[in-house]
Nanobody, 120 residues
Framework: QVQLVESGGGLVQAGGSLRLSCVAS????????MGWYRQAPGKERELVAT???????SYADSVKGRFTISRDNFKNTVYLKMNSLKPEDTAVYYC??????????????WGQGTQVTVSS
């Protein structure tokens, strides 16, 4: 079965950096669109960044210029490099995989999430 396992979260001071990783198994990774989402306490889940199977990227306005999504198809891994972190970036971060960007939220596979906490 498909499994997505995130790692790399933690506690960091404002202005710091973290790199999240998500290792996928049970799917043909290179054929899948990947995405990172986050959910803060009391808030709805929101899109952070996506990358198509063809490596086209898209970012939420709130993270443009600070976050970078990338993928290594040989390692079946998608990354989210987060720089200049702000307290409002605090959330549980989830990775998702789907056959297309359009179906990531509604029809994709999801990991269990990794907590990112940014202190001021």
């Amino acid at each position: 079965q498909v499994q997505l396992v995130e790692s790399g979260g933690g506690l960091v001071q404002a202005g710091g950096s973290l790199r999240l990783s998500c290792v996928a198994s049970g799917l043909t990774f290179g054929s899948y669109a990947m995405g990172w989402y986050r959910q803060a306490p009391g808030k709805e889940r929101e899109l952070v960044a996506t990358m198509s199977s063809g490596a086209v990227t898209s970012y939420a306005d709130s993270v443009k210029g600070r976050f970078t999504i990338s993928r290594d198809n040989f390692k079946n891994t998608v990354y989210l490099k987060m720089n200049s972190l702000k307290p409002e970036d605090t959330a549980v971060y989830y990775c998702a995989a789907a056959r297309s960007i359009a179906t990531l939220e509604g029809g994709g596979y999801w990991g269990q999430g990794t907590q990112v906490t940014v202190s001021s």
